[in-house]
């Protein structure tokens, strides 16, 4: 028998309020976490990895800006981040030639922004993060675990 699976909604009223939300994921992260960021530009994807970054413990003085050229930013913490930006890949198909497996198997979390373009390439057990635009300062982000992995993100977010 299968359940559906668990899913929240989360309303953020400010950028401040997005961090928090994101600090919250950050200490929920465990080792192999992929999370996949969905929502159009100018969204939140990349506050809300900041957020994730500062609830990892990442040391004072990491930078978080979307990769631009390199494929990939890494952010040391508690876990080691791995964050990907589909939209500034010159070719997608880079992603491909990566894989998830070194980065997750090694202990890792990965934060793919523009996810939805690389859907085939993410791992079936991820966090999927949509974020929709309901106003100036404000963000819906819907979360739905497709995995047991990922599923055990979500409940201890609560
Ligand atoms: N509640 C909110 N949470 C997050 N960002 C907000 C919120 N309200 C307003 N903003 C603004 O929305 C923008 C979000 O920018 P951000 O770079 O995080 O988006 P993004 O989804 O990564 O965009 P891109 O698709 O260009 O990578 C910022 O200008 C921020 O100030
Ligand atoms: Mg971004």
Redo the contacts with the bound molecule.
Sequence with gaps: MSTSPPSSIVE????D??LALGERIGRALLPGTVIA?V????????????GIARGNAAPAGVEVT?PTFVLINEYPGRLRLYHI?V?RLRSPAELAALGFDEMTDAGGAVLV??ADRVSELLPDDHLHIE?E?TG????RFTLDGSGSEAAGVLRTLG
Excluded: C, F, N, P
């Excluded at 953020?12 to 950028?15: A, G, I, L, M, W």
């Excluded at 530009?41 to 809300?48: D, P, Q, V």
């Excluded at 100036?136 to 963000?139: D, N, V």
């Design positions: 953020t009223q400010s950028v309020e997005t960021l929502g159009t530009l100018g969204s939140g994807k990349t506050h809300l990895v900041k979307s930006d939209y922004e523009w974020i635009i100036a300062a404000t963000r």
